[in-house]
């Protein structure tokens, strides 16, 4: 690329480079700010090496290489797909780039959605973090066993609920003791976990999904959410009976007799709850 530019006694105004973000991310760093430098007209010319290096999505190309780039005065070159923006006639060979791109991206997203859904029916975990109370298998990949500090928390969530705490209780229990809560528990054994909500104590919602969670009973939960798209990293909820569930795949925290008892003092508080309009 360098090369090109000295070929041609350009000088090159910066570099923008995101390694290990792939071309179909819009929100890669480098890619924003180059956006944000052309916008201000620090430069004349945008160079890529291929045009899916900018982007592989044909919306994009249309926004940036047809649309705003002309009005900025940024002109677009691509190396090896010898695309200029500044030969109208080539255009149409841009949009067909781009839409192929785009099929690529299209068809790489359902086969890696097949991959994970075979993987997920065999019960295997498919997730960056494990649930809370497991730990990844170092020497089986896809597969949990019980983290004996974090599995000792649930135990005793469960306990304390069948002796007729409230969730509400359970969590401020918790909190007395200065137990970490799951998203705290695997900032403090030092996982990159982020999150948007920044809730660094027990709370009713934790308490009620770990004591709703077949997963502690050895059970693989998973496909509980759905991308809507390949373009958004938005989830949405998928009903019950589409969720990937598969028996007895990891060692349990929570024995069945203990399950099932719980599960029937949930329902039995649930339909109080409603009969009374305190669904707490």
Not at 169 to 189: G, H, M, Q, R, T
Not at 203 to 218: D, F, H, K, T, V
Not at 249 to 272: A, F, M, Y
């Amino acid at each position: 690329m360098k090369n090109y530019c000295t070929e041609r006694r350009w000088k090159i105004y910066d570099i923008y480079c995101d390694e290990d973000y792939a071309g179909a991310d819009r929100n890669r760093p480098q890619f924003k700010r180059l956006i944000k430098d052309a916008e201000n007209r620090c430069f004349d010319i945008v160079l890529c090496k291929t045009l899916s290096r900018f982007t592989r999505e044909i919306e994009l190309v249309e926004k940036y290489i047809h649309g705003l780039f002309p009005l900025w005065g940024i002109r677009f070159i691509s190396v090896v797909d010898n695309a200029d923006s500044n030969d109208l006639k080539s255009k149409k060979a841009r949009q067909i780039s781009g839409l192929i791109n785009e099929w690529y991206l299209e068809d790489m997203s359902e086969n890696i959605k097949s991959v994970l859904t075979d993987r997920r029916k065999m019960g295997k975990h498919i997730g960056s973090f494990a649930l809370y109370g497991y730990e990844k298998d170092k020497n089986e990949r896809g597969k949990l066993i019980p983290d004996p500090s974090a599995a000792k928390t649930v135990k005793l969530i469960y306990k304390l609920y069948l002796e007729g705490y409230s969730m509400t209780k359970i969590a401020n229990k918790l909190n007395e003791k200065n137990i970490p809560c799951p998203s705290e528990y695997k900032k403090v054994k030092g996982e990159k976990y982020t999150t948007s909500k920044s809730c660094r104590r027990w709370r009713y919602p934790a308490i009620s999904q770990i004591l709703r969670n077949e997963m502690y009973i050895g059970n693989m939960v998973q496909g509980k959410y759905r991308s809507v798209s390949y373009k958004t990293k938005i989830n949405r909820p998928v009903p019950r009976d589409k969720w990937l569930i598969v028996e007895n795949t990891h060692e349990p925290i929570i024995d069945k007799d203990t399950w099932n008892k719980v599960q029937t003092l949930l329902g039995s508080h649930s339909r109080r709850a409603e009969s009374t309009g305190d669904l707490r």
